[in-house]
């Protein structure tokens, strides 16, 4: 305050320099400029540019120029898309500017002048007249009749009232507050009026600036798909390498040779590295934008694509979004004895239309010739609208006589109209109705004056009561259907705005939402609080730009995937901060434009409903394509690898590799991102860390993966039969994996398509070509096939593909049939479909399924690891086998206990039975430690004797197969368990990760042993095995007996409670003896409240019913007793030290 209390005659000169020396120009934060090789020197530094740079020298030194040059141009268009997002945040910021005024009318020295608004320093008096934007934020020091637009900042159609302070600023070294309507912001206009400022903040410390700072210094992070696929590579990757160095090895030491052991190596890095992955994810994403464009949505991001249909809630701006962001007069309420042209034409007398207010045009356009001032001889006087008077008054003679017309606030019209009480109260109540449907109302009163009775003034009584005008800002066409559909797809709408809480619920409620509304203020103040945020309100009035800014962050925390949509510069963080923003195409500014993620070029929020569909429709069919890619990719890898392993002749050479991906590249680039959408929009998992596939897809793809691969395998093996030969069995092989191709292809797209069709034919027929023309096979190392063996590998490879499918479909609608669907359930929890407590509480979600599905998990990986033993004899499957049947025992087990755990509390057990599950962890820790003493027993002679173990390729073949499936399994269980608090499903699921962790660790002893022919590894891995077991056996029966004796309950969640307290706290609210426990699924919580004893029973009731909600909204499947008592009993304080 201190620097704003300058003389009237302005600042001086030197004032001046040392000013901007210490606040600098009046500029807003600017981004710096990048030249295009900093901005290829930011690019460049994405690894998965990096990853695709590095693959094209490898095709390259490879000799394979035409995979090179692929790659080379599909680093173009990412290269491309990364310098953008650079480059978008400086073009954002550059538009923001073009807003703030050029010049400015400034007092200095005592002389008026027009200097660049940029020299502007605080403590500057500048005059601002009607029309013109305020250069920076400044304290109104004089001026009547002030209105603003600040549209810009609150998204707020109407205008807003601005008035002087009642004296200037006071010169001090402390800080006061001083209201709103006394400031005039930058980026704002002024409507009416003339206004003189002492500016206060300029440049980055104005409201304006804040807003392009938090533009420009929001991240771009990578997308959660973008980051899977990236993880997915390296992984893929890493793993290609080790298995060429591996294979390398053996080759050598089978004595093969050097250049057998290189193009070993080399044949399965082509095969082996996932360079189709990020191709196929930039092709799409193009193939994306593409369809939402011609859906009237512009994607101005890639990745947009990909967020826009996982998106679950939407936060919109209302004015210019949900409504068409122009006032329109909706309704006239007469007087009795008035008709509505008589009220159009005194309201039409009150309204000038030189002032700007879009109340005033909208009035005028409606009364039209109906307007008293189109006959009145002269104005006699005008009394603008100000804050304290809240009305404009117009006095005009017509005729001969005086007349007063005035409209304003209904409540202070209507005191001044010649009303009974009882009409009084029923024109309020009308206000009330009109507002609460969201309408903005003005009263209108008049009076006939003779000249004798008027001498001047304004008449304050005794008027005549016109009626009621009401204003709306009219919803957009097509925005309730949107809604709807919206809200059936499980996609939650926010309307976000800075209007008044009763005009945002109004118009709330008219596009079908509940209305249920949470002012922006009390949202920041929660949020700071540490309270969760409520999850039943859907509107948040009175909103400035950085609450706006913390519901999106809120909601992202929450796990949402947030959409903004907005138009103009107020929404420029929101639409930074947000997953997905959304502008306006034809009503919005630039700064949202350039800032957003997609741009709707009709306006319509009905395309964004059309944009989320393709979205998903686009997700899915970027699946399929992936699943494609793994289903063949995981069979041509691994046998790749394991044959040549194995001694026998090298099955796939580098010319077949090339042939394979000539077919595999363009069925995943072309048949599936031409796929449909089909059926209604529908509701989608809530997930932050996206995922290609869930636990029951990845099983699928595991298990058809295997099934390709034993058949290429055996077709391999069939024809080196004694009589058969390297070139037979090389053709069978491929043809196999050909077949397979097409089968997969064809089950995938359902041959929806041309190209589905095109591709199944291409896929058969090179085949067909290739290997039966006899020259042709000859060159490339085959021999033609007879009949039989086409058959065996077109049927064999449909069977592998189409089979599992069938058989899974057919379970799931089995399993729906007879009261439910365990895929179902196993979707939601695995990829966070369903919340915490819905999970844990909700009868018709048992946690049963998913001990069933443990159990035949189990079976499976029995008979799968038995098999591997039967074949190689080795002790350290017959372990992994073991701890299988641990496995199997332990989900019986944890069947049973769920069983129980889930039926309801009953006279003899009133807290429920949620303590059986701790039985059920310690029981299966107790089998753990048997099974840990069988393997060290089973050995311990092997150590001392080893023995030469048989068919180990075969062997771990098998075990990977079982791993998998074990892995896919466990997921699903920690990750329910964690959602539901089940211990039982939690110990289940961590048993099985130890399998995992075992079966690695068997897999690299056999491994060892092939490479070195140290067949002790065998029996040592298995005690070490064994080790890894009683570890986790000793770790699940301690938890057990921890629950059992009364564990508390996890310290995030009772940090939870007392944030939740401590709001109650500052209330004057205290409490002891908290005390909370876990009980299997339930929490159990008891706590004492001291009130004020004048409290009544009521009010205590209600007080002690807010609390328990509370806490139940940040604790899951609570069971909460409390007890009430008086704060000034000293009594109650007796156990305060439990707190």
Known sequence: MKDLAVDPRGLSASDVVERRARYGRNDILEVAGSPWLELARDTLKDPMIWFLIGVGLIYAVLGNYAEAVTLAVAILPLIGMDA???????????????????????????????VSAAELVPGDRVLVETGESFPADGLIVSGEGLQADESPLTGEAYPV?????????????????IDGDHWGFAGTRLLTGQAELTMAYTGRQTLYGEIVRTAAAGGHERTPLQTAISNLVVLLTAAACVLCLILAGVRLRQGHGWVDALVSAATLAVAALPEEFPVVFTMFLGVGAYRLARRKALVRRGVSVENIGRVTCICSDKTGTITEGRLRLEHLAPAAGFGEDELLRWAGLASRGESGDPMDTAILERAGKHAVSAVADSVLETYPYTEQRRRETVVVRIGGRICVASKGAPEVLLPMANLGETERLEWAAEVERLAAEGHKVLACVYWHLDDAAWSGGEPDRGGLFAGLLAFEDPIRDGVIEAVRECRAAGIRVVMVTGDHPMTAAGVARQIGMKGDMLPGDELVSRLDGGAALRADFDVVARAMPAQKLALVRALKAQGEIVAVTGDGVNDVPALQASDIGIAMGERGTRSAREIASIVLLDDNFNTIVRAIAEGRQLFRNLRLSFQYLLLIHIPLVITATFIPLSGHPILYLPVHIVWLETLIHPTALLVFQELPARGPLRPVPKRRAARFFSGGEWFLIAVIGALITALVLWAYDRSLLPGGNVEHARAMAMVALTCASAAATAVLSRLRTKSAWLMVAVTVGSSLALVQTPWLAARLSL?????????????????????????????RRLVRALGGSVVSYLRRAAEGGRSEAALSRSPDAPLTRYAWLSIFAALGTIALKTTAYLVTGSVALLSDAAESLVNLLGAGAALIVLTLAARPADKNHPFGHGQAEYFSSGFEGALILVAAAGIVWAAWDRLIHPQALEALNLGMLVSVAAALVNLAVARVLLRVGRRSGSIALEADGKHLMTDVWTTAAVLAGLGGIALTGWQWLDPAIAILAAVNIVVAGT???LRSLSGLLGAAIPSEERHRVERVLDDYRRQGIRFHDLRARVSGTQRLITLHVLVPGAMTVREGHELLERIESDIRGVVPNLLIVTHIEPLEDMSSFRHETLQ
Request: net charge positive; charged share 20%.
């Open 783 to 811: 021999q033609p096939l007879h009949g039989d063996d086409w058959l065996i590998a077109m049927f064999g490879g449909l069977l592998s593909v189409a089979g599992p499918i069938i058989l899974y479909d057919a379970g």
């Open 84 to 114: 953008y997002l650079h480059r978008r945040t400086r073009v954002s910021t550059e538009g923001l500017g073009r807003r703030l005024a050029q010049t400015a009318r400034v007092v200095r020295d005592g002389v008026l002048s027009e």
């Open 161 to 177: 009232p601005k008035k002087a302070l009642a004296s200037g600023p006071a010169a001090s070294d402390e800080s006061v507050w």
């Open 1035 to 1037: 770790r699940l029966i």
